[in-house]
């Protein structure tokens, strides 16, 4: 069965934060992941790619939408208005805070 995008970018996240966890200790830590799976993905991706994707991300302009640079009503509540409005966003989005999650003390309110 292939592999969605998001179980995807979670397992490659997960292998970059984790460079010598073993395809059953990442399996464990991406939600509908197994093993199997992450050794798939790790097989035909580069754990970099997903990375340099988020590393890439223009974070800089709070009117715009880091995700797909589309104008903000306003940089607050017009980008969380924006996210739960655009499925691919909110996607990203949700991706963007699991990755970060570890840097972040607690739970935030973005």
């Known amino acids: 069965m292939p592999t969605d995008d998001t ?4 397992v490659l996240l997960a292998a970059a934060e984790n460079a010598d966890a073993s395809p059953d200790d990442l399996a464990a830590s991406v939600d509908d992941a197994d093993a ?6 790790l097989d035909r991706r580069e754990v970099g790619e997903e990375v340099e994707a988020v590393a890439e991300t223009d974070w800089d302009d709070p009117d715009r939408c880091p995700f797909c640079g589309a104008a903000l009503a306003d940089g ?16 990203r989005f949700g991706e963007w805070r699991d990755a970060i999650s570890g840097d972040v003390g607690g739970e935030w309110g973005g």
């Open 36 to 41: 199997e799976t992450v050794r798939d993905v």
């Open 76 to 91: 607050g509540a017009g980008f969380m208005d924006h996210v739960e409005g655009n499925d691919d966003c909110r996607q």
């Open 7 to 10: 179980t995807e970018r979670r």
